[in-house]
Each structure stands twice: as C-alpha cells, then as structure tokens.
C-alpha cells in the first residue's frame, strides 16, 4: 500500500512535471476561463446587487468548463508513445496510476481557479476576499469530485473515437449534484450568508466519498480490463 | 518449472478468438523467437504475459506464480511497438521514473549506468522529444533494460531499428542471456533475432504449433519454418 | 423459442392495455380536480417504474458482466438501457402536456421531472459512447463503469435537486400523485404491469438483434484474418 502511494506520486510529480514545462493544457485552461468570463459579462446584464444571487452559479460553470480541458488530457498524455502499456506492466497498482494522475490534475486545476477567481471579482464588481478561505474550502471539495470523475472518464475515453465529444457528455451529467451543491455554498459563502449550508456541503462530500471509491475500484478493469 | 507457462490460454474479443488454447513452456534461460504471420496473435500472447491484458480463459504462471502478482512484474521488462518514453521529461528523467516505478534500489546510478550502455550519456540532459528516431530506440532499449528484468518480453524489437540501435539491442539481449535472463522476443525471422534464439514458437491463428529448438536451418532460411507448416494439408 | 415469447408477451401486453384502457376511459369517472386529462397519470407513472425498473436491470447486467466477463449481460444491459429511455422520454413528454394543459407550463425543474431528466442525459452518454468504441470487450466494459457510476449518481441527484428547491422555495411538485382515489389504484398497478410486458418484449427484440450483431461481427474478424 506505502509503495503504492509512492508510486502514484511520483505520477503525480511527472504530470505537474510535464505539465509546468510546457503549460500547455494551463494557458488554454485559463485563457478559455477568461473568454467565458467575458461573455458572460455580455451575456447577463445585472446591477451589482443581484449579481451576488449568481455569483456562485456563475463561477462554477466557469471552472468546470475551464477544468474540462485539464482533466480530459490526463490520460490522453499517456497514449504517445504507448506510455500507457509501460505504466501498466509495471509493478505499480492502477489504483496509484489512477491516483497519482489525479492529484496531477487536482493541483492543476486548483491553480487555474485561483487565477480566475480574482478576475472574476474583478470583472463583476464582487466583494469575495472576506470570504476567501471557506471558499477555498469548497474549491478543494467540489474539485477534487470533478477531478476524481473526469480522470476516470479520461481513462474510459482513451480509446473511444471523437473522445473530446464524448467526454462533456458523459462527464457534465455526472457532475450535476456536486455542481448544484458548490454553487450554492459559494453563493452563500460570497453574499455572507452562510449560516445554513452543512447540507448542501454534505452532498458535495457525499460525492467525493462515493465516486473516489468507485473509481478506486473499478480502475482495475477500465485499464486492463 | 518453466519461467514463463502459458497453459491454453484464450483471447475473445468480441466474440472472435485472437487465441484459442496456444500452450507455451518457456525454460530458464531460453530465448524464444515467437514467430507468426501478422494477426497470428503474437503482440496479443505477448501482452497477456506482460500483464496488459487478461487471458478470457487459461492461466499464464511466471516463475510459478501468477502473472499478475506484482513482485512478479519487477522482473519484467517489456518493449512494445511504441518507445515507452516520455516526450516532455529528458532522458536522464525518464530513466530515473521508470527506475522509481521499477523498484530499482539507486534509481541515479543505474539511470547513468543505462544511459552508458546504450550510448546516450552525451544527451542525458536532452528532452527525448529532440532526440532522432534512432536515439529514441535506443532510450526505449535502456528503459526495457533498466532493471536487469529476469524476464523479457519484446514484441518484433528489431523492426525499424537502424544499425546502430541493432548493435545496441543485440549486445544487451546476448549479455542478458549470459547472465540467465529468459527471452520472448516475436519477430519476423529478422536475422539478429534469430541469431539468438535457442528456441522457437511458431504461434498460427490463435494456436502454438510448433516449438522446439531453433535449428541451423532457420536460421539461413527464414521462410523454412513457415513452409513447414504451409505444406501440411488442411 | 424467444420469438414465440415476444409474440406471446406483446399479444398479452397489448390485449391487457387494451382492458385497462377500457377500464380507465370508460369505466372511471372522471377526476375531481382535473378531469378527464387527469387520466394522464395512468402512463405517467407507470411509464416511470417502468423506466426504474429496466435501469435496475441494466445496472445489475453491468455488475454481472464486469464479474463473469460473459457478453450476454452486456446485451441484455444496452437493450434494456434503450428501452427505459424510451419509457423516461414517455414519462418526461407526458409529463409536459399535462402540465401544460392543467398549469399552462410546459416544463418546471421539481423534483420527479428533473431526476427523470437526469436519468435520461446519464443514460443517453451511455447510448452515444458505445457506437464510438470499436472492439466490443473494452466497449461492453466501459459500458458497465458508465452504467454504474450513472447509478451511482441518481441518489446524489436527488438529493441536491431536492435541497435546491427548498432553499430557492421552488413550487412543491406540480404532478402530485398523492390523494388519488382509492378506484385509481387497480388500472395504474395494471397499467404498470401492461407496460412491464410490453418493456419485456421490446428488450428481447433488441437483445435478439444484439446477438446477431455479435455473430455478424466475429464472423467477419474471422473473415479478415484468413
């Protein structure tokens, strides 16, 4: 079990590796999170105070289209050069594999959120700072079950045709609880009304809990199958 | 006990088996050239024994024990079609990975020693995507290498490789060999591999039908073994 | 002897829809508050458990399959998947024309109507994947994570549309199917079971053209490998 937590960091410090040295997957991440920034600037044309009621809404459906991009090449990496084959054959248990990709993908995506969510506020005129670590909080939560699910389906869709296509359909639906859950907390959490939302915070954790094992276990036949 | 005992071991995809029943005893220490036309089913034995895919029926035993068992695989070194290295990490860093993820006690060391022996100690530092073809071979022939594997298993390794890459890949199988390694290595009678083969496997739609000592013959007639069994009626 | 037994289960399942239809439009008043429309019900919902019940089976199918790697399950698994999605896209369109004829809405996100919903997208990336999966073992073992992880999802669904809804005071649910009178009850039990058996013949009419795609495919590997 230790040699195998090993194992999936060194995975994970291979992908942050990669990742950083080109940043390629990064800059289009947060290019693209900017560009849905500005268009929904242009496309809701609220005053300052009812923008609160959807600043949490309107903040997830930024991450998680920006996260897209991340998390869909996780496994994709692996296919040049029949990487893949190697990592399998290997003594480590896919169940690191899996693991060490995750967090690859989890640290990544965590750092394309803290870079939006300051232009966030700034484009919308929205006071967040005051509640920056609760929001953190639920920023690792929420993206830690869309990191866990999207790896997953990145490992499903590694050799299905059209995989860019496939991957928003399968994977958005799935996401919807979590979804619903964070956005409300972050709205809560941004107008400074957080004094009830143990329950909309147990049905993110629920979600994290359920599908980290489920994946944790159903790895093994995705990979060799 | 063999080294290496595939027992009637079928491969559905689907509903079509890409083997059905193939047998295969490897002894220790044997080098085996698995030959086969293109979809007899090689690269699909092949992978089944380096634990990328499950049989759909048999049993594969590695030193008696199962395939799968994860002490097992630290013995084995697989070279697939594709090179097994990453583009993005350079040489020296790719070794050092796959020495971590190989149980290789001094991961520095021997990613230096490999880098020697294949020659690329010049370009260590090099990201393997700047490398030419040629040196790409070579840094996959380290990676296979890497952990001095008892087992390994090469799927048709001498096929595109220039000469300089064959000198090295030969050298290290022969040395391997010297030290008691076990070799399966598909191939299309290429002339290097069958140099060092002692024994061979002839794998036809899904079936092993033919092994047994690699002869003189085969090896100055590549197409023999194949003739062999062409002529035999239907 | 399977297609004697979709002729014999579609006979039945029609000629029963066909007394309960009779029961239902002739026999029953119509409903208090609703009228004649509220009859709607009668396909509403057991078009719903319907739906319910060929997921539970797909999703069962998966597990089976995953365990016993046997391709009968991965059969049975996408036959009954289609069929409960055309039980939902039942349940969700007469679910809309009632709303709209009672309410004058034609779509609300309570409860029943959004997991139904979500039901049908988790379930849809299932039928969109498997055609984009050319080899037919890793297709029906991607197939059987989708199916459950997609199960797995229903609880949490419903949970979070629940708690929005009262968090954003959402009206309660528009279709309640609580105080039907108490003559209501024989035709829906029937009218679910109607819709059973004509589920069931549907699956085997699929699940007879999944085996034969399965024959259609291994004879021609065959083919090309000679």
Known sequence: MKQGLLAALFIARKDLRTEFRTKEALNASVSFALVVLMLFSFAFDLGREEFYDISGGLLWLVYVFAGALIVNRSFIREVPNDCLDVLIASPMPPWALFLGKTIASFVLLLIVELISLPVYGLFNNLQWVHAFWPLFGVMTLATWGITITGVAFSAVTVNVRLRELMLPVLHYPLLIPLLVGAMQVSTALIKGEASDIMQELRIVIAFDLIFTSLALYLIEFILVG | ?234 | MRDKAIYILGILGTLLMIWNLHTIFVVLPGEAAQGQIGKMLFIHVPAAITAYSYYAVAVVCSIAFLVTKNFKYDSVAVSSIEVAQVFTLVNLVTGSLWGHVIWGIWWTWDLRLTSQFMCFMLYLGYLLMRPAIAEATQRATMSAILAIFAAADIPLVVMAIRLHNVRTQHPAPVLETGGVDATWWPPLATGYFVLMLIAAALVLVRLRQETVRREIDSLRRELHAM
Request: proline share 4%.
């Open chain 2, 1 to 234: 006990m063999s080294a290496i005992a595939a027992d009637r071991v079928w491969k559905y995809f689907g509903d079509y088996p890409a083997l059905r029943g193939a047998t295969l005893e490897v002894p220790a220490g044997a080098c085996v050239a698995l030959l086969g036309r293109n979809g007899a089913g090689k690269t699909t034995l092949l992978r089944i024994l380096a634990n990328l895919s499950k049989p759909s029926k048999g049993e594969v035993t590695v030193f008696g024990e199962s395939a799968r068992d994860e002490k097992i695989r630290a013995r084995i070194g697989y070279l697939g079609h594709g090179i097994g290295v990453y583009d993005d990490l350079s040489a020296f860093e790719n070794l050092i990975l796959f020495g971590q993820l190989m149980n290789v006690p001094d991961t520095k060391a021997a990613a230096n020693a490999a880098l020697e022996r294949v020659g690329l100690t010049r370009v260590r530092d090099g990201f393997a995507r700047e490398f030419s073809r040629g040196m790409r071979q070579r840094l996959a022939v380290a990676r296979a290498f890497l952990h001095n594997p008892e087992i390994l298993l090469l799927d048709e390794p001498f096929t595109s490789l220039d000469d300089r890459a064959i000198a090295v890949l030969h050298e290290l199988l022969r040395d391997a060999l010297a030290k008691g390694a076990t070799i399966v290595m598909s191939t299309h009678q290429i002339r290097e591999a069958m140099e060092l083969a002692t024994q061979v496997a002839l794998l036809e739609r899904g079936k092993i039908v033919h092994t047994g000592p690699r002869t003189p013959e085969m090896l100055a007639d590549p197409g023999w073994l194949y003739r062999m069994y062409e002529e035999k009626p239907q």
